[in-house]
DNA sequence: TGTTAACACGAAACCGTTTTCGTTATATTT
DNA sequence: AAATATAACGAAAACGGTTTCGTGTTAACA
């Protein structure tokens, strides 16, 4: 087992001083040819590579980001993540992921972790249980420590800092127009609860698009689910009694899950009922038929989140200046739908 | 924007030495009673959290874990990160993510850039390259200079560490044998090349099972994949010509595509054809029929893997004594075969 | 020959902790 | 009253770097 090797090492072999060490692996002017080059050599050979904690500690900068999510197995984070960590490495940054499971708490806990001196910036999605609460101190408390802070996706009004989200209503809004265009007439939302944001924001579309036509709204063919799990029965009673010729859902597996139980009624998607839902994953990709959605694109999501959070990390400057990137859906035409 | 507060600021402020402060926050017994309630007042009421890089420089110690993946939009892989990040949490560590995207280069380089004392060990699965082209390397540089490494499914002899595997022999080799059970005869087994670990023990079952039956193995029945990614053609080709009555996947999604492409067939699932998947992923659950599959309870796997390198961690001794902990795959029951 | 400039290098501070080892007072013992 | 123990605290080194500011040597110049 080879330790790893110092500067002072390097120094005692070479008698020379660490900060001439230090000067000479980073090709300073002050130091002669000679002396440079006997140090790189030496340093070459015995694999020198400097510690990034001495680094973080002197520089203030640890070069690490702090990414905050509700869950991992979820397509949509999965992919923020994915283009989170492909920008930050291009950069030179690493990505610390952190869970909170929807739950406050560990969201709270988490950040605390991270806040003190771990990372120099955060990336997050709000916890359904912090929208729900409404309580954001955690998050005002980093940013106030001029930490800079990304909200994506799930996003509040009640903090100061970047943001980033997909125009959720017009996605749900293009995507009711879609089938009020291919003479739906009774079109249904399987949504969950509104404190979710993007619920909300879907929610909105969709009445925005009915209100438009000359269909109006029927509250009754809104089913608001209590939570993000899936109530089967729910499902199943609703899509009974209601018998919608469309539904938006504002998820895949909503959607995935409706399809199924239309199909064993005997009814031919998408000519008796079609289905359009949100996220672009494998399992609208591989449904039978395949799930007509409208894409969040979250790799290009995390990608953004890093770009604007490791800017405003490197920026001198202490503008209190934020910005909201919205980005553009774009509905995905697959079978569920006709086409 | 209120900075941290340091130690120094609160020896100043309290006009004592930085020493005291810090023993007074630890309660020590070498300080008066009356000293500490006082420091201790003060570093509540300006919230005081120790800086976690000066802590790491010292001890030598980061709590954070790094996990290299080939990919992070595997449903596989996000379980078992969800394993690692909630063990690792509760026992105070962060969990920072590193994508290989399958390529040996960003193997390493992701390697070098936390082995600088970013991290107090690794917990990886290998990138397809990697096994390919049998270079461990950098594994071995990272393990001699002391740090510790798991590996996890993707794994390789070559290298002295702990590892988490699957079974991958016997779930491949249950899943035949319960194809033969159901009296199918012409049982085909689509995978990739054998490079990977997985699909070559995957395989072994399968071959295994096929030879202590009277059935024997038909060498035409292995439909091959060079890569990961799925040539939809090659799978078309085979299933027409070969018409199997079962088929072994190594995976869902070339499960879930093969059952839409016989059932468009016209084909009865599981009467006509059945079907077995490995990795017990939201496609399995929601396909239509739902897939059969061996589970590989990707999230136990996390939680193992991160005991066993944070106990390594952790352990003072220097044994050079590495363990292999082989889970049991478990096979989940769904409508694609007979039951 | 004395002054000065350039060159090559080292000492030391600093980042924020922890910890060892003094060093004072004050209290206790003989 | 002298010796010793104890309580309470501070100075300084250490972790591994970076960087500022000397400092000594040599060469060039007046």
């Given at each position: 087992m080879k330790?790893k090797?110092?500067?002072?090492?390097?120094a005692?072999?070479l008698e020379?001083?660490?900060?001439?060490?230090?000067?000479a692996l980073?090709?300073?002017?002050?130091?002669?040819?000679?002396t440079k080059?006997?140090?790189?050599?030496f340093a070459?050979l015995?694999n020198?590579?400097?510690?990034?904690i001495?680094?973080?500690?002197?520089?203030?900068?640890?070069?690490?980001i702090?990414?905050?999510?509700p869950?991992?197995?979820?397509?949509?984070f999965t992919?923020?993540?994915?283009g989170i960590?492909?920008?930050a490495?291009a950069?030179g940054y690493?990505v610390?992921?952190?869970?909170s499971?929807?739950?406050f708490?560990?969201?709270?806990?988490?950040m605390?972790?991270?806040?003190?001196?771990?990372?120099d910036?955060f990336?997050?999605s709000?916890?359904?249980?912090?929208?729900?609460k409404?309580?954001?101190?955690?998050?005002?408390?980093?940013t106030?420590?001029?930490?800079?802070?990304?909200l994506?996706d799930r996003?509040?009004n009640?903090?100061?800092?970047?943001?980033?989200i997909i125009?959720?209503?017009l996605?749900?809004?293009?995507?009711?127009?879609?089938?009020?265009?291919?003479?739906k007439?009774?079109i249904a939302?399987?949504?969950?609860?509104?404190?979710?944001?993007v619920?909300k924001?879907r929610?909105?579309?969709?009445?925005?698009a009915l209100?438009?036509?000359?269909?109006?709204?029927d509250?009754?063919m809104?089913?608001?689910m209590?939570?993000?799990?899936?109530?089967?029965?729910?499902i199943k009673?609703f899509?009974?009694e209601?018998?919608?010729d469309?539904?938006?859902?504002v998820?895949?597996?909503?959607?995935?899950?409706?399809?199924?139980?239309?199909?064993?009624?005997?009814l031919?998607?998408?000519?008796?009922?079609?289905?359009i839902?949100?996220?672009?994953?494998?399992?609208?990709?591989?449904?039978?038929?395949?799930l007509t959605?409208v894409?969040?694109?979250g790799?290009?999501?995390g990608e953004?989140s890093?770009?604007m959070?490791?800017?405003k990390?490197e920026?001198e400057?202490?503008e209190?200046?934020?910005?909201t990137k919205?980005l553009?859906?774009?509905?995905v035409i697959?079978?569920s739908?006709a086409?």
């Open positions: 330790a090797i110092t500067l002072k090492d390097i005692r072999e020379v001083s660490i900060s001439t060490v230090s000067k980073k090709n300073s002017e002050e130091i002669s040819r000679d080059e006997r140090v790189q050599a070459k015995y020198y590579k400097p510690n990034n001495a680094i973080s500690l002197k520089n203030k900068r640890t070069k690490n702090g990414v905050v999510i869950d991992i197995v979820h397509h949509f992919t923020v993540i994915r960590e492909k920008y490495n950069r690493n610390i992921v952190c869970l499971e929807e739950s708490d560990k969201e709270v806990i988490n605390e972790m991270l806040a003190n001196g771990s990372i910036g990336i997050m709000l916890s359904s249980e912090t929208q729900e409404s309580d954001y101190n955690h998050l005002k408390e980093v106030e420590q001029g930490i800079p802070v990304v994506f996003i509040t009640e903090v100061d800092c970047d943001k980033v125009d959720d209503e996605g749900a809004y293009q995507a009711t127009n879609k089938f009020i265009d291919q003479g007439k009774k939302l399987i949504t969950t609860d509104d404190y979710l944001s619920s924001a929610t909105k579309g969709y009445r925005k209100e438009e036509s000359n269909l109006g709204i509250e009754s809104i089913l608001k209590p939570s993000m799990e899936m109530d089967e029965m729910a009673t899509l009974n209601k018998e919608p469309a539904v938006l859902c998820n895949e597996i909503f959607a995935v899950y409706s399809m199924r139980l239309v199909q064993e009624k005997g031919k998607i998408p000519e008796d009922i079609a289905f839902g949100f996220t672009d994953g494998v399992l609208s990709k591989y449904a039978n038929p395949s959605v894409a969040q694109h790799e290009k999501m953004v890093a770009k959070l490791i800017d990390v920026s400057a202490e209190e200046t934020y910005q919205i553009e859906p774009t509905l697959r079978d739908i086409h």
